[in-house]
């Protein structure tokens, strides 16, 4: 079955950086479109970043662009989301999907606080 497993997160003071990865398995991950999704405490989910099946060709949200990188390794099933100069309001529980088959991963805890 289908299964995204996030893993990254933690605790970071704001300018620092994380990496979040996506470990994929389930289906040809090769072949579809992965995106980063996140969720602040009474926030509506916002999508961060989508990135294309070859992976030459993504998005970012706003608020992100110029700090997030998003990336994958179509050869380790994995979807990577570089986070740099950290802000407290990136603070949110960040989870990867598959757009296509509607698959979730659990999601990995994102906090940014002196």
């Known amino acids: 079955q289908v299964q995204l497993v996030e893993s990254g997160g933690g605790l970071v003071q704001p300018g620092g950086s994380l990496t979040l990865s996506c470990a994929a398995s389930?289906?040809?991950?090769?072949?579809?479109?992965m995106s980063w999704y996140r969720q602040a405490p009474g926030k509506a989910r916002e999508l961060v970043a989508t990135i294309r099946s070859a992976g030459g060709v993504a998005n970012y949200a706003a608020s992100v662009k110029g700090r997030f990188t998003i990336s994958r390794d179509n050869a380790k099933n994995t979807m990577y989301l570089q986070m740099n100069n950290l802000k407290p309001e990136d603070t949110a529980v960040y989870c990867c999907?598959?757009?296509?088959?509607?698959?979730w991963g659990q999601g990995t805890q994102v906090t940014v606080s002196s």
């Open positions: 389930g289906f040809t991950f090769s072949t579809y479109v």
């Open positions: 999907k598959v757009d296509a088959l509607g698959y």
